[in-house]
T-cell receptor, first 112, second 113 residues
Framework: DGGITQSPKYLFRKEGQNVTLSCEQN?????MYWYRQDPGQGLRLIYY???????QKGDIAEGYSVSREKKESFPLTVTSAQKNPTAFYLC???????????FGPGTRLTVL | QKEVEQNSGPLSVPEGAIASLNCTYS??????FFWYRQYSGKSPELIMS????GDKEDGRFTAQLNKASQYVSLLIRDSQPSDSATYLC?????????????FGKGTTLSVSS
């Protein structure tokens, strides 16, 4: 089945720890995106990548890092520098030249 | 600051009625407009895309776009309790394809049986 997978579904982190959220897609999409959603809020863009080995910062990139070594994968690291990381993290992908983005199931991160 | 505005709701309609959801955007050069449905605790699901002025219909859903007024809407005909969800309006950044989207905060729709 084609789709976007994110793991883990739930993640608990102690303050001061870095954690990495996984996002994999087998849709042959070129572009991938990371968003953050807080309760009652829309989605805010963290990072996006339109091609392997290249990515751009979104509106709230501080405290996050990404890599794009493979077309299928776009992991997000939440560093200890992110002051308020508890949120719902959503990964999306799309074909280059199109804006229709399709989302994975998300990862809920809670800082203890 | 480029923005997408939606009424947060909740919008309450009886089963079988028409639900009308509205969205305005600030960037005049935007070319792509989307409606996503998000059930509580789940990720957004794309339900409509619209790129040209006018109406686009897909089943019970109709998207309407007016670029001159910077306004996009979603009509849901014959609303069902299963339509109860938050609806997110999204607009592309700039006038090029393949760029990121700006999302509104969403309108919560409640359909009562």
């Amino acid at each position: 089945d084609g789709g976007i997978t994110q793991s883990p579904k739930y993640l608990f982190r102690k303050e001061g720890q870095n954690v990495t959220l996984s996002c994999e897609q087998n849709l042959n999409h070129d572009a991938m995106y990371w968003y953050r959603q807080d309760p009652g809020q829309g989605l805010r863009l963290i990072y996006y990548s339109q091609i392997v080995n290249d990515f751009q910062k979104g509106d709230i990139a501080e405290g996050y890092s990404v890599s794009r070594e493979k077309k299928e994968s776009f992991p997000l690291t939440v560093t200890s520098a992110q002051k308020n990381p508890t949120a719902f993290y959503l990964c999306a992908s799309s074909w280059t030249g199109w804006n229709e983005q399709f989302f994975g199931p998300g990862t809920r991160l809670t800082v203890l | 600051q480029k923005e997408v505005e939606q009424n947060s709701g909740p919008l309450s309609v009886p089963e079988g009625a028409i639900a009308s959801l509205n969205c305005t955007y600030s960037d005049r050069v935007s070319q792509s407009f989307f409606w996503y449905r998000q059930y509580s605790g789940k990720s957004p699901e794309l339900i409509m895309s619209i790129y040209s002025n006018g109406d686009k219909e897909d089943g019970r859903f109709t998207a309407q776009l007016n670029k001159a007024s910077q306004y996009v809407s979603l009509l849901i005909r014959d609303s069902q309790p299963s339509d109860s969800a938050t609806y997110l309006c999204a607009v592309n950044l700039g006038d090029q394809a393949g760029t990121a989207l700006i999302f509104g905060k969403g309108t919560t729709l409640s359909v009562s049986s």
